[in-house]
């Protein structure tokens, strides 16, 4: 089956940098996305790392490692607004190549 | 563009009753995916359309749930006869596919919040 594992809950402070890692198990493997979740919102698509190595957009970075089924994404210079749930997810080749599935989500509180 | 708008946005029904949750996806969108949250836990996959089609729909957990795409636009989601259990976030994605530019991940809507009591 599929199973990914992320923390539950991560704390940190403003302007610091927090990272959230994430491993998977798939019976097939087609890259690794992430999510960010405000309560009450809609999961925002955050960055997808088909091959390994790190995808950097503004300030969030995310790294695929396929040989250790591992992934992580880097969030810095915290700001308030970045308190929310953070979501790794795997397409796999048990629900298609598109659909995707996701861990329990890791919530993230920023404080001042 | 408009995004992947869902109705309603809360629901509260009593066991045994029937709920109809609805999806539009983002105009153009052939992918339209449902998903639930249940309690704080992961988001769980329920199934995939490609225009009409039902592509996958391995992740439904009975057959109290009906989902539909009529004409490959909006889609329903039909819980009947709803159960406690059924209780969670309902999150409709919508994605398209254009060759060359690689995967882009997928539009969420906002969801329904369904409560059964």
């Known amino acids: 089956g599929q199973s990914l594992e992320q923390p539950s809950e991560v704390t940190a402070v403003e302007g610091a940098i927090v990272q959230i890692n994430c491993t998977y198990q798939?019976?097939?493997?087609?890259?690794l996305s992430w999510y960010q979740q405000h309560d009450g919102g809609a999961p925002t698509f955050l960055s997808y790392?088909?091959?390994?190595g790190l995808e950097e957009t503004g300030r969030f970075s995310s790294f695929l490692s396929r040989s250790d089924s591992y992934g992580y994404l880097l969030l810095q210079e915290l700001q308030m607004k970045d308190s929310a749930s953070y979501f790794c997810?795997?397409?796999?080749?048990?629900?298609?190549?598109?659909?995707?599935?996701f861990g329990s989500g890791t919530r993230l509180q920023v404080q001042p | 563009e408009a995004g992947v708008t869902q109705f309603p946005s809360h629901s509260v029904i009593e066991k045994g009753q029937t709920v109809t949750l609805r999806c539009d996806p983002i105009?153009?969108?052939?992918?339209l995916y449902w998903y639930r949250r249940v309690m704080g836990k992961e988001i769980k996959f329920l199934l995939h359309?490609?225009?009409?089609?039902?592509?996958?729909e391995s992740g439904m957990p009975n057959n109290r749930f009906l989902a539909e795409r009529t004409g490959g636009t909006y889609s329903t989601l039909k819980v009947q006869p709803a159960e406690l259990e059924d209780s969670g976030v309902y999150f409709c994605?919508?994605?398209?596919?254009?060759?060359?530019?690689?995967?882009?991940?997928?539009?969420f809507g906002s969801g329904t919040r369904l409560t059964v009591v």
């Open positions: 994605a919508s994605s398209h596919v254009i060759r060359g530019q690689g995967f882009n991940g997928y539009t």
């Open positions: 798939t019976s097939g493997f087609y890259g």
């Open positions: 790392n088909g091959l390994d």
């Open positions: 997810a795997v397409r796999d080749t048990r629900t298609g190549r598109r659909a995707l599935t």
């Open positions: 105009s153009g969108h052939d992918n």
């Open positions: 359309f490609v225009k009409e089609s039902k592509q996958d």
